[in-house]
């Protein structure tokens, strides 16, 4: 299998404009996540799904930010409009299972840097 | 709220040395832990997965213990080398059905030769 797959590995954009971060997980695997990562704040959770359905986004940080999941095979996670504190890698990971419960196959990441 | 803390956040090391990092939480209701690598501008790579019922678990040279009670995990590396240069992470999952992996900070790990 191909693991999962992010895209794109890197985007640099000016403030206030849209961004949005796409994510394959691996086939078969129901659970979904999407993680941010600085070096302040370390590995934060923003939002998973289970069944493509959004179990938690109580870590979403705004309403700027959005996630989707319309099968089970793709995700995107949206930001708009972007701001520089939004600069950080997103990681997508996912896992067969309930949510936790099995081992987490992490994507690459998408490096996002807002100017 | 559960919260996940690795200390230290650097270590040196020559190689061949053996080595624990530490891993801590705060609640100790908890599913599974797991410990993952992340090698510089990479993703995370699960290393091992152990449940709540479980002591320990072992591959290699890693062998990961968990103490539920004291809230505490402990990765050993035996007879490390440079290639063991990375951040390691710990993770735990909560009982409660529908939470997530909550992640420490990690710790940098650098094996010189």
């Known amino acids: 299998d191909a693991g999962v797959i992010q895209s794109p590995r890197h985007e640099v954009t000016e403030m206030g404009q849209e961004v949005t971060l796409r994510c394959k997980p691996i086939?078969?695997?129901?659970?979904l996540f999407w993680y941010r990562q600085t070096m302040m704040r370390g590995l934060e959770l923003l939002i998973y799904?289970?069944?493509?359905?959004?179990?938690?986004d109580s870590g979403m940080p705004e309403d700027r930010f959005s996630a989707k999941m319309p099968n089970a095979s793709f995700s995107t996670l949206k930001i708009q409009p972007s701001e520089p504190r939004d600069s950080a890698v997103y990681f997508c990971?996912?896992?067969?299972?309930?949510?936790?419960?099995?081992?987490?196959?992490f994507g690459e990441g998408s490096r996002l840097t807002v100017l | 709220k559960q919260e996940v803390t690795q200390i230290p956040a650097a270590l040196s090391v020559p190689e061949g040395e053996n080595l624990v990092l530490n891993c801590s939480f705060t609640?100790?209701?908890?599913?599974?832990l797991q410990w993952f690598r992340q090698d510089p501008g990479k993703g995370l790579t699960s290393l091992l997965l152990?449940?709540?019922?479980?002591r320990e678990q072992t591959s290699g040279r890693l062998n990961a213990s968990l103490d539920k009670s004291s809230g505490r995990s402990t990765l050993y590396i035996a007879a490390s080398q440079p290639g063991d240069s990375a951040t390691y992470l710990c993770?735990?999952?909560?009982?409660?059905?529908?939470?997530?992996?909550?992640f420490g900070k990690g710790t940098t790990l650098s094996v010189s030769s």
């Open positions: 086939s078969g695997h129901n659970s």
């Open positions: 609640d100790s209701a908890i599913y599974n």
């Open positions: 799904f289970n069944n493509n359905v959004p179990i938690d």
């Open positions: 152990i449940q709540s019922s479980q």
């Open positions: 993770a735990v999952k909560g009982n409660q059905a529908g939470t997530a992996l909550i």
């Open positions: 990971a996912s896992s067969l299972g309930t949510p936790g419960t099995g081992e987490l196959f």
